[in-house]
């Protein structure tokens, strides 16, 4: 029988309850995938190896995999192992970060993504699990080992695991078709020079946006969030020499 039952929680990213070893487990592989110690292609160790890593047992571990690859994040592979899986985030940045673009990519993010985020803050109580993998995205850009890059990956995750939390499936389904354009245009105006700098700036303003879900303040985290999309329009439109960001709206 699986003794594995709760760990401890650091308070810096504690949840409401003690997490349960194999969401621990899972946290941990999470953020050693997307912030790069582990990438899209490579097999992950042995079951035994991880279970020794974490001190659990390889019960534990194999439920921790089933949570990750449930939601895409690695497959197993009959008789290979299990492999990280690549996330189809790409598109063709040249043809989608014209100036047009990207105001409205933003403006619709802006529209559907505020009220969404106090949806999943009123919501987000009900799976521990859910939360607890958004906590790990925000640890793994808090962790990213290439610091001068757009860490798409872990933008469009961060960004999507919040609309899993408001558990509403026709906004996910509404929102769904903007992320390769949105992600495209975003790398390719940071192609024009993005820093460390920048990393750290979104990796503080997704923190404030889990923390505001952690203690379920919907008008917060609607707060945070739209502040997030702003300075990132504001940041795009500079780097595409526009005109500026579109007039304050409340959505």
């Known amino acids: 029988m699986d003794q594995d039952t709760t760990v401890p929680e650091s308070p810096l990213h504690a949840l409401p309850l003690s997490r349960r070893a194999h969401e621990f487990v899972a946290h941990e592989l999470l953020v050693l995938i997307l912030s790069g110690r582990f990438r899209a292609g490579d097999r992950l160790p042995p079951e035994r190896a991880l279970a020794a890593e974490f001190g659990v047992s390889r019960p534990t571990v194999r439920q ?52 969404a985020v106090r949806l999943a803050a009123r919501r ?9 993998l958004l906590a790990a995205i925000v640890e793994a850009l808090e962790q990213v ?42 790398a390719a105006a940071a192609r024009g020079g993005w820093t460390s700098d920048d990393t750290v700036r979104i990796a503080a303003q997704h923190r404030a946006v889990y923390e505001a879900l952690r203690v379920g303040d919907a008008e917060l985290a609607a707060f945070e969030m739209e502040r997030h999309l702003r300075t990132e329009l504001a940041r795009l439109v500079d780097a595409s020499r526009t005109g500026g960001p579109p007039s304050r709206f409340f959505a």
């Open 64 to 115: 921790a995999v089933g949570v990750l690859a449930a939601h895409g994040l690695i497959e197993a592979r009959v008789g290979s192992g299990t492999f990280v899986v690549e996330t189809p985030y790409g598109g063709d940045a040249t043809e989608t970060a014209t100036d047009d673009s990207i105001s409205e990519i933003m403006e619709a993010r802006l529209v559907f993504e505020v009220g």
């Open 145 to 186: 080992e290439d610091g001068e890059s757009y860490p798409v990956e872990i933008d469009v995750r961060f960004h999507r695991a919040i609309l899993h939390l408001a558990r509403n499936a026709h906004l996910e389904t509404l929102i769904a078709p903007s992320w390769p354009a949105s992600a495209a245009a975003t």
């Open 124 to 132: 987000a109580q009900r799976s521990r699990e859910d939360l607890g």
